[in-house]
């Protein structure tokens, strides 16, 4: 399995451009999650998904950032407008929730700059 | 308000001795614990998780060790190896609950050759 995909590894943009993140999933996991990670907080949830459905959004920062998953295998995470501290990595996980596991699969990030 | 705590964000520890990276938990429901290693410009990936019905996992080289009453855990590394240095997080999981993780800040640890 190829694992978590996401596109783009890098992107730089400016202040009130909107900035759409890709992930593609493990194929046949139920679960996916958007991250994002900082210096000051670590590994911050955004949200995550349950087959398909978003199940809890309470960490999405506001509401410039929105997460959509229109199928079993792609999932967008947009800022808009984009902002400077929006910068950060932003990671994607998926996961099987099966015989108590909780593992999650992560992606290899995109690194968001906004200047 | 960060419900699992990662004190020390670095660590420096000679090839060859152990490393304790240490994590601390204030939500009484978590009842499952996973440590994840990052390298750089690459996801987190898992590492090694433990049951709250037990106080250690053994996998090689690493095991955690869990203190249910101090809310705390702890991942050890014997020998520690040069490829070992990398970011350590600590996650935790209410599995009666939903299924996502909470996350510490993370701990770098670099393994001196």
């Known amino acids: 399995d190829a694992g978590v995909i996401q596109s783009p590894r890098h992107e730089v943009t400016e202040m009130g451009q909107e900035v759409t993140l890709r992930c593609k999933p493990i194929s046949g996991h139920d679960y996916l999650f958007w991250y994002r990670q900082t210096m000051m907080r670590g590994l911050e949830l955004l949200i995550y998904f349950n087959n398909n459905v978003p199940i809890d959004d309470s960490g999405m920062p506001e509401d410039r950032f929105s997460a959509k998953m229109p199928n079993a295998s792609f999932s967008t995470l947009k800022i808009q407008p984009s902002e400077p501290r929006d910068s950060a990595v932003y990671f994607c996980a998926s996961s099987l929730q099966r015989d108590r596991k909780y593992e999650q699969y992560f992606g290899p990030g995109t690194r968001l700059t906004v200047t | 308000d960060q419900q699992v705590k990662q004190n020390s964000p670095s660590l420096s520890v000679q090839e060859g001795r152990i490393s304790i990276l240490n994590c601390d938990y204030t939500n009484s429901m978590f009842d499952y614990f996973l440590w994840y290693k990052k390298y750089p410009a690459e996801g987190p990936t898992f590492l090694i998780s433990?049951?709250?019905?037990?106080d250690k996992n053994e996998d090689g080289r690493f095991t955690v060790f869990l203190n249910k009453s101090a809310k705390h855990l702890s991942l050890h590394i014997v020998p520690s190896q040069p490829g070992d240095s990398a970011v350590y997080f600590c996650?935790?999981?209410?599995?009666?609950?939903?299924?996502?993780?909470?996350f510490g800040t993370g701990t770098r640890l670099t393994v001196i050759p």
């Open positions: 996650a935790a999981s209410a599995t009666g609950g939903a299924n996502n993780l909470f």
């Open positions: 433990i049951s709250s019905i037990k």
